[in-house]
């Protein structure tokens, strides 16, 4: 079907664009119609991936897999913590007590999530963010608090400074008593980039559990697992190896509606921006045709000569991949650039602008983040050619179509 003759005409045809200048004007609108689509699509399935990555790696390290409570309070045991440890999934165990409060200082309050932990045991759940040092000055200071560095800023905080912590207490007769009020000193600060930054403190383990209104014991297991996805389950498996009394929460129920959302924005974004290169790809369809029509003779003459059928197709189609194989190979190289600079091409634009484009206080991160998968740019590539090969047919079976005798009667 190809032979040097019929891509050297489509080569020329693509080349020259047809030695028409609307044609060519069409053909360059096909073009870049494709590198465009195709562009976007790489950059917006990569931030899409990123989102997907962060949410495991760095927002649901900032959270607890598992949940294991009991309303009665679980007392620290090595034996208990030893055999959930042991179980499959499960990668790290810790004791936790958590409380809702109220930071005050120089007349600044901020709303806080207090999470007392042990800290000899929370290098697995919260390592990511802070560092051994600062985890070890927690374990020897049991009137000091962690914070996120966004809390510190809003209420004018550095490290060395005394703060103001105020829990509700309930009294055993159910009736609310007069708050808590405790002074701690702000040993340093952290920064999870997640919403978490909005209002996690961390504290020991006896302080919390003492400011809780239960010294001595914890409020539950803390369990971080090796898959997530598999977390449900293994809460069930793991409630069939403690005692009566226990019930489990886990990252889905808190965070699972968020994880949901990511996976149908990525799809609609992808969809829509599919549609952009099928737009394209009706420019390819345009051009092609208005081509033909240009062509018609030169047709007529080349059918006279001996070219049958699948030639005059062959010289079509050739013309219609190498504009799909320009558009999209461009788009693809200028998609890959793109991805790889968004996150930074974003903290540009923050600084441009004096504000951030992510706020954590509405987004899970205050950040762009870009995780470029070749599967995907390989997947957009084939999608993008196919539809671009599909197009170039009617247009190159019209052409094949072409009586020479009608045509050549009126030239």
Do not use: C
């Not at 013309?319 to 890959?336: C, N, P, W």
């Amino acid at each position: 079907m190809f032979r040097p003759l019929t891509v050297f005409i489509g080569l020329r045809n693509f080349t020259s664009g047809a030695g028409n200048r609307m044609v060519s004007f069409i053909s360059l609108l096909a073009i870049l119609g494709l590198v465009m689509g195709v562009a976007l699509l790489v950059v917006v399935m990569s931030v899409m991936n990123g989102f997907d990555r962060e949410m495991e790696s760095r927002i649901l390290a900032a959270v607890p897999h598992i949940r294991l409570f009991d309303e009665h309070g679980v007392q620290q045991s090595d034996t208990l913590r030893d055999t959930l440890v042991q179980q499959p999934n499960v990668r790290a165990v810790m004791p936790f007590t958590r409380l809702e409060g109220m930071l005050t200082h120089r007349g600044k309050t901020r709303p806080v999530e207090v999470m007392g932990l042990e800290p000899s045991l929370a290098d697995p759940f919260m390592g990511v963010f802070i560092s051994p040092d600062l985890m070890g000055q927690l374990a020897v200071h049991s009137n000091g608090l962690l914070m996120a560095g966004e809390i510190a800023k809003k209420l004018s905080l550095s490290a060395g400074d005394r703060v103001t912590l105020l829990v509700p207490a309930s009294g055993g007769n159910g009736l609310q008593q007069a708050p808590k009020v405790s002074t701690f000193t702000v040993l340093g600060t952290f920064d999870t980039r997640t919403a978490a930054d909005q209002s996690l403190v961390l504290a020991k383990l006896e302080t919390a559990s003492r400011l809780a209104g239960h010294p001595g014991l914890a409020q539950g297991w803390q369990v971080r697992v090796a898959d997530v996805f598999e977390a449900r389950q293994t809460g069930y498996a793991l409630l069939q190896v403690l005692p009566s009394g226990y019930r489990f929460s886990d990252w889905i129920q808190t965070h699972g509606n968020l994880y949901q959302a990511i996976k149908m924005s990525r799809n609609l974004v992808s969809l829509l921006v599919f549609l952009i290169i099928a737009i394209a790809v009706f420019n390819v369809i345009s051009m092609l045709m208005m081509t033909v029509i240009d062509k018609r003779a030169e047709i007529a003459i080349l059918k006279t000569q001996g070219f049958v059928r699948h030639e005059i197709v062959a010289i079509f189609l050739t013309q219609g991949v190498l504009i799909g194989l320009f558009g999209t190979l461009l788009g693809v190289l200028l998609g890959v650039v793109g991805a790889l600079n968004v996150t930074a091409a974003a903290r540009w634009l923050e600084l441009l602008m004096g504000r951030p484009l992510l706020n954590s206080e509405i987004y899970p991160l205050d950040y762009l983040p870009s995780a470029l998968l070749w599967n995907d740019v390989g997947m957009i590539v084939a999608v993008a050619l196919a539809l671009n090969f599909l197009a170039t047919l009617y247009p190159a079976i019209r052409a094949a179509n072409t009586r020479p005798a009608d045509v050549l009667r009126y030239e």
